[in-house]
């Protein structure tokens, strides 16, 4: 009965039982995290609580008088950790990784979707630490006598609950820690404190990763991409030599509202109309990770795939590389950016520095009041205006993306930007959707239009496309019902398609429904400008007659012209139809295209290749 009774009351043992309740808790509610058998229940049920016991296992080397004091700090801090994943996942539905918590530069602004995120239930998290401090002010929890022997029986039940979990892990899913890419099967399976602790083992392995490489290490890579290269298109390479690029990366915009109507409104009137006097490309995808906007910005730059923790932007912004705007430069083109958000966000001045850039037309360039910024800055529709006048003065040819900022989640807009009915499925981040996309599209009309007034449009390709989803997975209910299907797997990746319009005055009015995605962008654009894509590049001329008709995604979902493999399913593109595995298996074998980008990265290898050294 004494034995008993210093159980309950001692605060070490009630903090790790409340904190394992919590975190289990937190699965189920905070995290999608689904389970398929009763193993996989258990799995999730028991991972919390080895790293829970042997963080606390370590009080026992700090004096008693301490030990209070140190648990409740211990649950705070797993507490903070527990609800930061929480926030950060309802924004970006993934958890976080170590690259992801040193973006500190984009902190503020992300603040905003963050704290649209919060709710006042979430006091929640923190309601056993406030119960535990109570308890112990109270007198009814004491500091456990903690013996030697105690900690020895501490360690022990840890390890083999460690043990236990890591079996059960590994009959569920073999080679669990080789495929790091896949956050949620990690989480899932060790738990989010393991987890953050293998992200940390990771992290210095990247680090050690690229101390370690030698110019031999890129001689795989450049033979892949020599083996999997594609003739030119002859009638096009070289159809735009000279003249003036224009991108534009419509933030969070997926294919799906082109051609769609609200309430018989067309959600895309002008790229509607632009699509008919252009190529465009119906079943182009994004490939971005983590990095988001700037993943897809480096996709585009470099045709290589963004790493699959943290952004590339952020953690390798000094490797070498061999970008579009370092090759036009060799060409005389004038390389330059424009976005209407503080110059830091995603680290970019110091990127685009190394990828070749020679103007960031940032915030501090442009004229932001109270009205005309919204969310993360500057409206579009004076974005663009007043991208004008330093478009103007540049020297041409140039090369220059411009960046909207106004379609980005949460979609806020103020009535008078309002030129479409929302969306009515009663999920206000979907029912808002339309409405910031529409003003996006006006934003865009009048630029092309100020292009044409200004004698610049002749000279000119435009390139539009979109930098990645907009609409998360947590919103598949309510994106059922404004498709009028269930979001499979399936769906769910013919969802991360996002426009694509290449416009060449007097061409186009086709449409392309090629498979194809980001990273094929460089060889498309520098072909037609009539240079031919050397060194390291896993994309493909999207013109080319042999294309390559794939596209791997960051998290490893495959598509081709016939399948499409995601979630470790195999389904027939045409018909959405689930088919036998192996029948993706040659799709599959693209995968190795991430490792071998992956090592381009993490060893800084370009600083190997020619190519990449003759531009410096
Ligand atoms: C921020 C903008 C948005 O400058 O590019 O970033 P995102 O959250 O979409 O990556
Ligand atoms: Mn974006």
Known sequence: MKERESFVKNTIIITAILLWIKTYLV??????????????????????????????????????????????????????????NTLYYRFFNDFITVPVLFQTNNVGDIGHSLIAQTYWYDIFFFLDILLIGYLVKRGFL?????????????LIVATSVLVINLGLAESERPQLLTRTFDRELLVKNLGTYNFHLYDLL???????????ADNVDIVEVNEYVKENDVPVNEELFGIAKGK????????????????EKVDGKEITPYLNDLIEESYYFDNFY???GQGKTSDSEFLLDNSLYPLPRGAVFQTHALNEFYATPEILKGEGYHNVVFHGNNKSFWNRDIMYNTLGYDDFISEAYYTITEDNQINYGLKDRPFFKQSMDHLNKMPQPFYARFITLTNHHPYKYTLDDQMINTFETG????????????????AIKEFIEGLKAEGLYEDSIIIIYGDHYGISERHNDAMAE??????TPFENVQLQRVPLVIHIPGQGGKTISKVGGQIDLKPTILHLLG???????????????????????????????????TSDTCYDRKTGNEIPVESCEEARKYQMELDLSDSVIYGDLLRFSPYAKENE
Request: a positive charge; hydrophobic letters at 40%; aromatic letters at 14%.
């Open 27 to 84: 699965y189920k509610l905070s995290f999608n995290l689904p389970v398929s058998n009763w193993k996989q229940e258990l799995i999730l049920v028991i991972n919390p609580l080895s790293s829970v016991l042997f963080t606390l296992a370590f009080i026992y080397f700090f004096p008693k008088r301490f030990h209070n004091r140190m648990t409740w700090i211990v649950a705070l801090l797993f507490s903070i950790l527990l609800y930061s």
């Open 142 to 154: 004491k500091a456990a006598t903690y013996t030697k022997r105690d900690l020895t029986k501490f």
């Open 202 to 212: 990771l992290q210095s392995k990247t680090t050690a990763q690229k101390a370690l």
């Open 244 to 259: 003036n690029v224009i991108l534009i990366s419509m933030e969070s915009t997926q294919q799906f509202v082109v051609g």
């Open 286 to 288: 994004h490939q971005t």
């Open 427 to 442: 999920d206000p981040i979907v029912d808002r959707y339309p409405v910031t996309v529409r003003y996006t599209d006006e």
């Open 482 to 487: 404004v498709l009028g299907k269930e979001i």
């Open 531 to 565: 240079i031919k894509t050397e060194g390291i590049h896993f994309g493909t001329d999207l013109f080319s007659k042999e294309h390559k008709n794939v596209v791997v995604f960051r998290d490893r979902s495959v598509v081709t012209d016939k399948y499409v493999y």
